[in-house]
């Protein structure tokens, strides 16, 4: 059975207090809006139906660079859950599978809960995420017989025996896409919020004799975000969870606690990682390699067996081959160091080409930027960066090539060729004492 995807995001989420639409707050460097369509994206869906309202346009623009295939519906006015998912009636007309509706602004349901949803949509007609709730305040609760799911009541409209149930909604439900939309064709908003519950097709399905009932999952897959503690709360449990997966999978993290994983982060058996570390997005290290404390890192590769840090700032497009160093107080941008080449000391790479075992000095700083445009720098392998030269791009160094310390190379170097451009040090025998005696003496008078 093939599945669609209706992602509601179209709330203000105004307890965040920003002007930034809620969806877009990120976790692990990823908008929440982002980590429920990861989530969706488990099942494979055919289609993909996202429900904007709030900051429309800036929710829609993340949500095409995420995935060009959804379909952004508007809401114009949020008067409930149930109205909301009605917005994607048309673009999901003629759709036969079954409809899993999300909430934009819960990030961590798991591939294996919606498994287990569109599992249990092959047998019954509307199936609900519920979970067993540890303090169920607002949350719906799930009326239940058995196995069968009855109702779903929202607790402000709840009598008292009612409320003691612990058994609450996600929100995340499913349901054949026909009987869903008939389904929501009949909901009214005679209730204590006047809003449209989605929640009252549960009650309406079992009225009409179909199927209702529900699977359940951790409270934790179910955290909702709407103020910027729980959002800190929700990256503090991605965080864990990134940590303990690395390790699991054969990471060595010397100070777990300290290090900061992005949503899609890869770290390949033996890579050792040392404390305060940050991986920002689009970060790939391979085997063996070292990624030592206090580095940073985002859009980059760090090749196997390679050495990062400490206090290293790989930039996106920083392409480390295997065997590389980059040492510390270094920042790479945009640039390949090709297989046992370094760059160990205060040096900045950008927009270049290191060849292989190429050893690039102390202070090195490729010019890369005239104030207007962009050049890159071509060193060949074996060559030898001089400590303190710049190299001002667009210039190339041939293989093998040496510049001198200090040298400014603003011509191309031929292979093997030696570039040397510094003023030459005239040395004054006895005139550092002499200096130094009559400073001395200056002071003193002074005093
Ligand atoms: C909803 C459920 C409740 C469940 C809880 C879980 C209903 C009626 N209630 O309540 O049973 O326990 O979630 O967190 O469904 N949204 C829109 N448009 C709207 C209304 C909401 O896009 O018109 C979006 C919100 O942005 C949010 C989500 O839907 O992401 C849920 O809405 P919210 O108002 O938070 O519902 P709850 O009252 O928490
Ligand atoms: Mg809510």
Redesign the pocket.
């Known amino acids: 059975m093939q599945t669609a995807l209706v992602i509601?995001?179209?709330?203000?989420?105004s307890r965040m207090k920003s002007d930034i639409p809620?969806?877009l707050h990120e976790v692990a460097g990823l908008p929440l809006i982002g980590h429920a369509m990861k989530a969706g994206a488990s099942v494979s869906p055919a289609r993909t139906v996202v429900?904007t309202?709030h900051g429309a346009d800036a929710v829609e623009a993340v949500v095409a660079r995420l995935d060009p295939d959804a379909v952004c519906v508007r809401?114009a006015?949020?008067?409930?859950?149930?109205?909301?998912v009605d917005q994607a009636r048309e673009a999901l007309a003629g759709f036969k599978g079954t409809v899993i509706v999300l909430?934009?602004?819960?990030p961590f349901v798991s591939a294996e809960t919606l498994q287990a949803l569109v599992a249990s949509s092959e047998t019954s007609d509307v199936t609900v995420l519920g979970f067993e709730a540890q303090d169920p305040a607002?949350?719906?609760r799930l009326i239940t017989d058995g196995d069968a799911l009855e109702r779903?009541v929202?607790a402000k409209d709840a009598s008292e025996e009612e409320l003691a149930v612990t058994l609450?909604?996600?929100?995340v439900i499913a349901a054949g896409c026909e009987t869903l939309f008939k389904l929501i064709a009949d909901v009214g908003n005679e209730n204590a919020?006047g809003?449209y519950?989605?929640?009252?097709v549960v009650g309406l399905a079992r009225d009409k004799g179909l199927s209702a009932t529900y699977v359940t999952c951790p409270e934790a897959e179910?955290m909702?975000i709407?103020d910027r503690a729980q959002l800190a709360s929700a990256e503090g449990v991605f965080q864990s969870r990134a940590r303990h997966e690395a390790m699991l999978s054969g990471v060595t993290l010397a100070e777990p606690d300290s290090v900061y994983f992005a949503h899609d982060t890869e770290i390949a058996r033996d890579v050792w990682v040392g404390p305060n570390v940050v991986f920002g997005p689009g970060v790939s290290v391979r085997e063996g390699a070292r990624v030592q404390a206090f580095s940073h890192l985002e859009g980059c590769v760090v090749g196997s067996d390679a050495t990062v840090g400490p206090f290293a700032r790989l930039r996106p497009g920083a392409d480390l081959a295997s065997g590389s160093r980059v040492g510390n107080f270094v920042e790479i941008k945009n640039a390949v160091i090709e297989q046992g080449a370094k760059v160990n000391h205060l040096s900045y790479v950008g927009d270049a080409h290191v060849g292989a075992a190429a050893n690039i000095g102390a202070g090195t700083i490729t010019c890369n930027y005239d104030g207007v445009m962009k050049h890159r720098t071509e060193i060949g392998a074996g060559a030898f960066v001089g400590s303190n030269t710049l190299l001002v791009a667009p210039v190339k160094m041939g293989a093998e090539a040496m510049t001198a310390s200090g040298t400014v190379v603003t011509e191309d170097v031929p292979d093997g060729a030696l570039a040397i451009g510094r003023a030459k040090a005239v040395i004054k025998p006895g005139f550092a004492r002499k200096l130094m005696q009559l400073l001395r003496a200056k002071k003193m008078k002074r005093d």
Not at 8 to 13: D, N, R
Not at 103 to 106: E, H, K, P, S
Not at 197 to 200: G, V
Request: proline residues 0%.
């Open positions: 509601l995001a179209a709330g203000m989420g809620k969806v429900v309202g809401q006015e949020q008067l409930g859950t149930g109205h909301a909430y934009g602004d819960t607002l949350y719906g779903i929202e609450c909604n996600s929100g919020s809003e519950y989605l929640t009252d179910t909702g709407n």
